[in-house]
């Protein structure tokens, strides 16, 4: 192939053929500026959702359709939300059984949302950031292949929890398959002998991340996990 417009002369060679030796013997003719292998070149992945190109402008701005392109997570992982629980949510798939951990006691889901539904709105919104699939629906996930697992350690309504029921929430998340654990959620202040802090020990000892917020809240009060 030959183009004018850009100078150049594109030659296919035989499938099986040397590259090297043929680009080498082009590199020698003194009636040839330059010689080199072409490449492919791909667009980055593009989420289709309609509120990715104007609400999601965080997303952009840290290169998920960068990193998309190189995966959308994978189904052998699973994530742990725990928070005010989440669903029923349609735009999420690979939802696994979570549990509600309230004050009187642990509630085991027997199907996914059962006991771990949303009582708030917030869990949702963290789970659907995390794994909403990439479609022509709402927003896009950041990794829409991973399984999904609802924590729900807040009553419904609630604003506050208390230390125990997270700590439960993390030990009974990493006890029941989770590979990552997120906690949008945090306290004024934090000590070791907090359950809180033994709870996270578990997951250091269990080969389990866990990623938080660091100081999502009103100017001047910063909350720590």
């Known amino acids: 192939m030959c183009s004018s417009d850009l100078n150049t002369v594109t030659i296919e060679i035989p499938i099986g053929a040397d590259a090297s030796k043929i680009l080498e013997k082009y590199k020698q003719n003194p009636y040839i500026e330059n010689a080199y292998v072409d490449i492919e070149v791909s667009h980055f992945f593009i989420a289709t959702d309609p509120y990715y190109p104007t609400y999601q402008w965080n997303l952009q701005r840290i290169g ?86 609802a924590v729900k350690v807040f009553d419904d309504h609630a604003e506050t929890t208390s230390s125990i029921q997270v700590s439960a ?17 945090g306290a004024s202040y934090q000590w070791p002998e907090y ?14 991340s866990a990623l938080d917020p660091r100081g999502l809240m009103n100017p001047g009060k910063v909350l720590q996990p």
Do not use: C
């Open 64 to 149: 998920m359709e960068s990193a998309w392109n190189f995966s959308l997570g994978e189904p052998a992982i699973t994530v742990a939300v725990i928070d005010t629980g989440f669903g029923p949510f349609s735009d999420i798939d690979g939802r696994v059984n979570g549990a509600y951990i309230s004050s009187s006691g642990i509630f085991e889901d027997t199907y996914p949302g059962q006991f771990s539904y949303d009582g708030d709105f917030h869990g949702t919104a963290v789970a659907s950031l995390i794994a909403s699939n990439i479609n022509t629906t709402g927003i896009a996930g950041i990794a829409p292949n991973v399984k999904t697992m």
């Open 169 to 185: 929430g993390i030990r009974w998340a990493a006890d029941h398959g989770a590979n990552i654990i997120n906690m949008s959620l």
């Open 195 to 208: 359950p809180t802090a033994k709870a996270s020990d578990r997951l250091v000892k269990k080969g389990v």
